[in-house]
């Protein structure tokens, strides 16, 4: 195994011929790590890096990133910049805190930090990975399919079990919650008693996608509703991407020309209670935001990052459920990664809401945050030359 040292583009380095070298602009939230085919998952024993994760706004998918390249038992060692202030943001640096709060969310689980010393406004961190990425038994190609269903499309349902079948993934399986739509069912499909969770007239929606979560035998899950169905490349389509994610959003396209978007990458921002300033619409796929959510009727994620979230049981269809989900799960660390390589089919759909204008409050408040926003300019210029010429020394042989 290898090393590895990840740089913004202003730092040179000097590396000998068994140390790897990415540059922060490698890594993206819509972009995989390993469709290239140029690095593997877990082959680096040593990982160090300065300079990026200070003011990047993809810091988790950095963090996440960097996990699945280092191998357990391997180090991480991170030389970061300090700010004025390590406790209070509103500065053109990451306080500390910020940074450490994001790192024991997003990767803590499996990294022990073994020590930590300041020197002249540089904190060093090294850390120790000490556990795998994934769950024992956790391959690409081993998938649980979801299908959330009420009865009254069971010739739909019928047919997207059969593109589950002629996709060609080894292992699977086809979890129904709701009527079985056939009485002779493949042996590869179980269906799930939904009849307990009616309450009132409401569709128990996420009570049966929990339900469908708890009974999954493998970690891979695709949970979807009867309105989506797959194209017959979909399983390479999902291999080219490769295994390490936690939550994965694809294309939804309509069926009948596959060229419109429905519902594929979206945000809503702002509290759902000051409902009149929440803004809410589709991402250009080349977007990221951090408070993007993944649409209900198609969620791939792992089963071992769900588990511990869960859908709440106490929201139905369309009273922002899928937004609630997103929400804590992001809160709890997980990321929520785009591949525009891949693709479902939708045969109805809502659309989305649009984003709201401006309104005089909102510029009212805008002006009066202006003064405060100068006060900080200066003084933020002044801390982001210190920071760049910091991020311009050249790093020579770090591991030694």
């Excluded at 089963?303 to 709890?332: F, T």
Aim: hydrophobic share 35%.
């Amino acid at each position: 195994m290898s090393k590895l040292v990840l740089l913004s583009d202003q730092t040179s380095v000097s590396v000998d011929e068994h140390t790897a070298i990415l540059r922060e602009n490698a890594f993206h939230p819509c972009r995989g790590l390993f469709q290239d085919g140029q690095y593997a998952p877990e082959s680096f024993a040593a990982v160090y890096t300065k300079g990026v994760l200070e003011i990047t706004p993809f810091i988790r998918d950095i963090l996440k990133k960097i996990d699945y390249l280092l191998a357990s038992g391997g180090s991480l060692e991170i030389d970061y910049y300090l700010s004025e202030d390590m406790y209070v943001g509103g500065e053109y640096i990451r306080p500390l805190s910020f940074f450490m709060y994001e790192f024991s969310l997003a990767v803590g689980a499996r990294f022990k930090l073994q020590q930590k010393a300041i020197d002249n406004g540089i904190c060093r961190l090294c850390f120790k990975k000490v556990d795998h990425c994934l769950p024992i038994g956790d391959k690409i190609e081993r998938w649980s399919f979801g299908i959330v269903s009420d009865g009254r499309k069971n010739n739909r349902v019928n047919s997207i079990i059969q593109q589950i079948q002629d996709m060609g993934v080894p292992e699977y399986e086809i979890l129904i919650c709701g009527p079985a739509p056939d009485q002779h069912l493949p042996i590869s499909t179980r269906v799930i008693d939904d009849r307990d969770l009616y309450w009132d007239i409401r569709p128990p929606i996420t009570a049966k996608k929990n339900r469908i979560i708890k009974k999954a035998c493998f970690n891979n899950i695709v949970l979807i509703h009867d309105r989506i169905s797959f194209p017959t490349n979909w399983y390479q389509q999902i291999k080219t991407y490769g295994n390490h994610f936690e939550v994965l959003c694809v294309q939804i396209l309509d069926e009948e020309t596959q060229s419109q978007r429905v519902q594929d990458w979206l945000y809503l921002s702002g509290d759902l209670l000051d409902y009149r300033h929440t803004k809410g619409a589709l991402l250009p796929y080349h977007l990221w935001r951090p408070d993007l959510y993944v649409d209900g009727g198609c969620l791939i994620a792992k089963k071992h990052i769900l588990e511990p979230i869960m859908y709440n049981e106490r929201l139905h269809w369309g009273e922002a459920e899928d937004v609630d989900l997103s929400r804590r799960l992001y809160q709890a660390g997980v990321m929520i990664n785009f591949d525009a390589g891949c693709h479902v089919l939708t045969s109805t759909h809502r659309h989305p809401g649009q984003a709201t204008k401006n309104t005089v409050f909102e510029r009212w408040k805008a002006a009066i945050g202006l003064r405060t926003r100068l006060a900080r300019g200066l003084k933020n210029r002044q801390q982001q030359q210190a920071f760049e010429s910091f991020r311009k020394k050249p790093v020579y042989n770090w591991y030694q």
